[in-house]
């Protein structure tokens, strides 16, 4: 597993969790009329999820083990076809590390750092909004709404990239986020399914993001599939274990 695919990873690992089945109820004509979103609500989350990576040349799946202490730590560590862990990461509320052990190297930036890289916003909030399936931004009165039969559209701006959220009807949960550049061929998209009731919360058991961007006059695409195993909400603390070995060398 190589050094871009980790960090590609890393961005596809803010996706969601998912858990035990059950009935989903439907939601009621006022939320809808209001866009009542609950957000998922709990203290500690942990899943196991299978990986999928296809960017056109290479095709790798891994097993991700994802920890989550709400508004505070995501915790996930990488192990590929061989059984041996190849990535460890962790998020803070003010940065991001990623310790790749194949290479003995790791990656470590603060938020204000990253969203420099990527040329847009980037904090903790976003990050686990994303991986929980809840929007990535708050929906206000200046977001601008349409309604068809089946979902509604709720269109947000940030920093000149155009953020389109495909609501459900029927569940007032995320389908799709599409992020584009106007004035670019570039967008990433995030596609959520398989949504099932969970105590109190909704949560989609697969997930997909897909890049696309133009590379050398050429469009290209990355694809990074989710289908999750296992997952436990808990009230007892879990373990976020991680270290970076002083011989690992940091990478930008």
């Known amino acids: 597993m190589n050094k871009n695919l980790l960090v590609l990873l890393l961005s596809a690992l803010t996706l969601v969790v998912g858990c035990k089945r059950d009935t989903i109820p439907s939601v009621s004509e006022s939320d ?9 609500d709990f203290k500690y ?3 196991r999820s299978k990986v999928n990576f296809d960017d056109g040349s290479n095709r790798i799946g891994a097993t991700a083990n994802i920890r989550i202490r ?29 310790v790749n052990k194949l290479q003995r190297e790791y990656h470590a930036y603060s938020f204000a750092q990253l969203s420099q890289k990527l ?14 399936g809840d929007p990535i931004m708050p929906i206000t009165t200046n977001n601008r709404i349409r309604r068809t039969q089946d979902e509604t559209i709720v269109t947000q701006q940030q920093q000149g990239i155009d953020i389109i959220n495909y609501f459900s009807n029927n569940t007032l949960k995320l389908t799709k986020v599409l992020l584009q550049e106007p004035q670019s061929p570039n967008n990433l998209m995030l596609q959520y399914d398989d949504f099932q009731q969970v105590a109190d919360n909704i949560l989609p058991f697969t997930s997909t993001i897909t890049a ?15 289908q999750h195993n296992k997952a436990e909400f808990s009230d007892t603390a879990l373990p976020f274990p ?10 930008q």
């Open 212 to 226: 696309q961007y133009q590379d050398n006059q050429q469009m290209k695409a990355t694809v990074v599939a989710f």
């Open 119 to 132: 040329n847009v916003a980037v904090d903790f909030d976003i990050l686990q909004s994303a991986l929980l």
């Open 242 to 251: 991680f270290s970076i070995p002083d011989r690992y060398v940091r990478k």
């Open 45 to 47: 989350l942990s899943t």
């Open 70 to 98: 709400k508004d505070s730590i995501i915790w996930f560590s990488i192990t590929p076809g061989l059984g041996i862990e190849a990535a460890r990461g962790m998020v803070t509320r003010d940065s991001l590390f990623l």
């Open 32 to 40: 809808l009329k209001t866009l009542n979103i609950r957000p998922v």
